[in-house]
């Protein structure tokens, strides 16, 4: 698609971890929001499965 998004993301430490915050500028009108929304919690979730420490039961 033509034109440019600009995803701005702020990390901010909080006293239970860190606060995640996205802006995504300039998404092309054929785009829909919610499919954003539904990208990029998709992504966190697998990110998460990356960092986080396995605690064994």
Known sequence: LPGEMQTTITLKPVSCGTEL????????AVIPAEACYLGWQESLILLAKLVEAEIPD
């Open 21 to 28: 915050n996205i802006v995504q500028e300039g998404v092309p």
